[in-house]
């Protein structure tokens, strides 16, 4: 079973940019297709972004696209979120999470494993 552990979360300013971190313990995340996810309260949770088990495909949400970039260092066991050009409308607690289904999915009930969690905000 492998455990995740995001980071990288705060309060930042409209039009700014914050690096979220999703560092793996227990298994290494070349196992796995990695999906970073994002709930506000009130909300259900919503895709964002995620890879392909090699990495080098990425799938994005409109909402993000062109602004927010995925990656993944294996070495280090650790996946990114990029996050440029933030808008209030991104504030939300963002989670990373795994999944070894093959088809390119993006619904939450695909991913196994889940993090805690990271608060990110955004102000206007």
């Known amino acids: 079973q492998v455990q995740l552990k995001e980071s990288g979360g705060g309060l930042v300013q409209a039009g700014g940019s914050l690096r979220l971190s999703c560092t793996a313990s227990?298994?290494?995340?070349?196992?796995?297709?990695m999906g970073w996810f994002r709930q506000a309260p009130g909300k259900e949770r919503e895709f964002v972004a995620r890879?392909?088990?090699?990495?080098?495909?990425?799938y994005y949400s409109d909402s993000v696209k062109g602004r927010f970039t995925i990656s993944r260092d294996n070495a280090k066991n650790t996946v990114y979120l990029q996050m440029n050009s933030l808008k209030p409308e991104d504030t939300a607690t963002y989670y990373c999470?795994?999944?070894?289904?093959?088809?390119?999915?993006?619904?939450?009930?695909?991913?196994?494993?889940w993090g805690q969690g990271t608060q990110v905000t955004v102000s206007s």
């Open positions: 999470a795994t999944t070894r289904v093959l088809r390119a999915t993006t619904a939450p009930a695909d991913f196994g494993s």
């Open positions: 227990g298994r290494t995340v070349s196992w796995y297709s």
């Open positions: 890879d392909s088990w090699s990495g080098l495909s990425t």
